[in-house]
């Protein structure tokens, strides 16, 4: 089964952009759907973005869209989280997660079974 590590967080101002990488540790990612989830402090974790298994299928928080894209490169083993226009609201450890059960891919948390160890992304001025 895979297991994956994030990378790319960091801290930036309003308005600023990062990109976050999904990276399978073990295992390959092109056979399963992939979330990024996010969980601020005092907050739950809550499913921002995810992609299908083959790529077809995309969605998204509404407070991220338009602002978020979510890609994946199986050649590469990964799969991208593009964050544009951020906001100091977005500041939270960001998590990616696999789905080894389904084709297609949601945001809810229970249907994701192995997590990364997070990336911290701080927006502010």
């Known amino acids: 089964q895979a297991h994956v590590v994030e990378s790319g967080g960091g801290t930036v101002r309003p308005g600023g952009s990062l990109r976050l990488s999904c990276l399978a540790s073990r295992g390959t990612l092109d056979d399963y759907a992939i979330g990024w989830f996010r969980q601020a402090p005092g907050k739950e974790r809550e499913g921002i973005a995810c992609i299908s298994r083959r790529g077809g299928d995309t969605q998204y928080e509404d407070s991220v869209k338009g602002r978020f894209t979510i890609s994946r490169d199986n050649a590469k083993n990964t799969v991208y989280l593009q964050m544009n226009n951020l906001k100091p609201e977005d500041t939270a450890v960001f998590y990616c997660?696999?789905?080894?059960?389904?084709?297609?891919?949601?945001?809810?948390?229970?249907?994701?079974?192995?997590w990364g160890q997070g990336t911290q992304v701080t927006v502010s001025s």
């Open positions: 997660a696999v789905d080894f059960l389904r084709d297609w891919c949601s945001l809810y948390v229970y249907e994701y079974e192995s």
